[in-house]
């Protein structure tokens, strides 16, 4: 079972699996790990370029999948984690005034918050996620007015099979109106 975790920057991904991961490693009858991949692409150095002007690293997507090779049972989290095989897909979702507030006060330049702000409004990881695994395999969760372990109560039920699919029931289009 390979379940992605993924989303924008600022949805929650790291908050709720790292959550998730406590949880998972208490439980002794399972066996899944928690693979943060941002760090995973950072360790191995596991990206071809340094974008200057969006002050981020691009990734080897195709040696992000190699890494993964012959990793099964693990929940993936990262932004990009719905570009890798997966079972299941939870698209972490915020509504992007918020998404934009919350860049902004880890750091984020305007530019960069307003880009990824604009991002959610879009549907963008949705509609990635839905075209590369189809809607039978997405779960999106809205993260908006919920606390952390209320997001990871639902990844938790996305991993027990306890959740049918949705996606596209999150409407942010208005954002840009």
Do not use: Q
């Not at 790292?18 to 009858?29: T, V, W």
């Not at 979702?93 to 959610?120: Q, V």
């Amino acid at each position: 079972m390979r379940v992605a975790v993924t989303g924008t920057p600022g949805t929650g991904k790291t908050t709720a699996t790292e959550l998730l991961e406590s949880r998972l490693e208490a439980d002794p009858d399972t066996d899944l790990e928690v693979i943060h991949l941002n760090e995973v692409l950072e360790r191995e150095g596991l990206y071809t370029e340094v974008d200057a002007e969006r002050e981020s690293k691009v990734a080897d997507l195709e040696a992000l999948a190699d890494w993964l090779e012959g990793r099964d049972d693990v929940v993936i989290d990262s932004h990009l984690a719905h570009h890798v095989d997966a079972d299941r897909v939870a698209v972490l979702r915020c509504r992007p005034a918020d998404l934009e507030e919350r860049l902004l006060e880890r750091g984020e330049t305007e530019a960069k918050a307003r880009e990824n702000a604009e991002s959610e409004a879009l549907d963008v990881i949705l509609a990635e996620a839905v075209e590369e695994h189809g809607l039978e395999s997405v779960y999106e969760i809205d993260t908006t007015d919920r606390d952390p372990e209320a997001v990871a109560d639902a990844l938790e039920a996305v991993v027990a099979g306890e959740r049918e699919p949705s996606a596209g029931e999150v409407d942010f289009v208005g954002y840009l109106g």
